[in-house]
Protein backbone atom coordinates (compact mmCIF):
# COMPACT_ATOMS: atom_id res chain seq x y z
CA UNK A 1 0.00 0.00 0.00
CA UNK A 2 1.19 3.62 -0.89
CA UNK A 3 2.11 5.85 2.14
CA UNK A 4 -0.40 9.28 1.69
CA UNK A 5 1.09 12.47 2.73
CA UNK A 6 -1.58 14.34 2.19
CA UNK A 7 -5.35 13.85 1.39
CA UNK A 8 -6.92 16.76 -1.24
CA UNK A 9 -10.88 16.70 -1.15
CA UNK A 10 -11.93 19.00 -4.27
CA UNK A 11 -15.62 17.20 -4.43
CA UNK A 12 -17.96 19.45 -5.70
CA UNK A 13 -15.62 21.86 -7.79
CA UNK A 14 -15.53 21.75 -11.77
CA UNK A 15 -12.54 22.52 -13.79
CA UNK A 16 -10.35 23.35 -13.76
CA UNK A 17 -10.24 24.06 -9.93
CA UNK A 18 -9.38 20.47 -9.03
CA UNK A 19 -5.91 20.73 -11.26
CA UNK A 20 -5.03 23.74 -9.53
CA UNK A 21 -5.65 22.69 -5.81
CA UNK A 22 -3.38 19.36 -6.72
CA UNK A 23 -0.92 21.89 -7.84
CA UNK A 24 -1.01 24.20 -5.12
CA UNK A 25 -1.30 20.86 -2.64
CA UNK A 26 1.45 18.94 -3.92
CA UNK A 27 3.94 21.64 -4.72
CA UNK A 28 4.27 21.73 -0.90
CA UNK A 29 5.09 17.92 -0.36
CA UNK A 30 8.26 16.77 -0.66
CA UNK A 31 10.06 15.13 -4.01
CA UNK A 32 8.68 10.89 -3.64
CA UNK A 33 5.79 12.28 -1.58
CA UNK A 34 1.86 11.27 -2.40
CA UNK A 35 -0.94 13.11 -2.68
CA UNK A 36 -4.41 11.71 -2.57
CA UNK A 37 -7.00 13.46 -4.48
CA UNK A 38 -10.58 12.97 -4.10
CA UNK A 39 -12.75 14.74 -6.53
CA UNK A 40 -16.51 14.14 -8.29
CA UNK A 41 -15.80 16.23 -11.36
CA UNK A 42 -15.98 13.98 -14.52
CA UNK A 43 -13.17 16.11 -16.53
CA UNK A 44 -10.39 15.32 -13.19
CA UNK A 45 -10.19 11.68 -14.80
CA UNK A 46 -8.70 13.45 -18.13
CA UNK A 47 -7.03 16.77 -16.71
CA UNK A 48 -5.57 15.46 -13.37
CA UNK A 49 -3.28 12.71 -15.41
CA UNK A 50 -2.64 15.16 -18.09
CA UNK A 51 -1.56 17.89 -15.71
CA UNK A 52 0.63 15.14 -13.68
CA UNK A 53 2.50 13.87 -17.30
CA UNK A 54 3.14 17.83 -18.42
CA UNK A 55 4.86 18.66 -14.81
CA UNK A 56 7.23 15.70 -14.45
CA UNK A 57 4.41 14.09 -11.21
CA UNK A 58 2.99 10.71 -11.56
CA UNK A 59 -0.53 9.26 -11.22
CA UNK A 60 0.34 6.29 -9.82
CA UNK A 61 -3.42 5.35 -9.14
CA UNK A 62 -6.68 6.37 -10.05
CA UNK A 63 -9.59 4.78 -8.48
CA UNK A 64 -13.24 5.71 -10.46
CA UNK A 65 -15.65 4.77 -7.20
CA UNK A 66 -19.40 5.11 -7.10
CA UNK A 67 -19.68 8.99 -6.04
CA UNK A 68 -15.76 10.06 -6.69
CA UNK A 69 -13.02 9.73 -8.30
CA UNK A 70 -9.58 9.13 -6.05
CA UNK A 71 -6.45 9.99 -7.42
CA UNK A 72 -2.67 8.77 -5.84
CA UNK A 73 -0.09 11.42 -7.52
CA UNK A 74 3.03 11.68 -6.31
CA UNK A 75 5.36 14.62 -6.52
Known amino acids: MTAIAQTLDVRGLGCPMPVV ?8 LE ?3 VLEVIATDRG ?3 D ?6 A ?3 HVLE ?11 VEN
Open 48 to 53: IPAWAG
Open 62 to 72: VRDEPDQLVFL
Open 31 to 33: KGQ
Open 21 to 28: KTRLAIDK
Open 44 to 46: ALV
Open 55 to 57: TGH
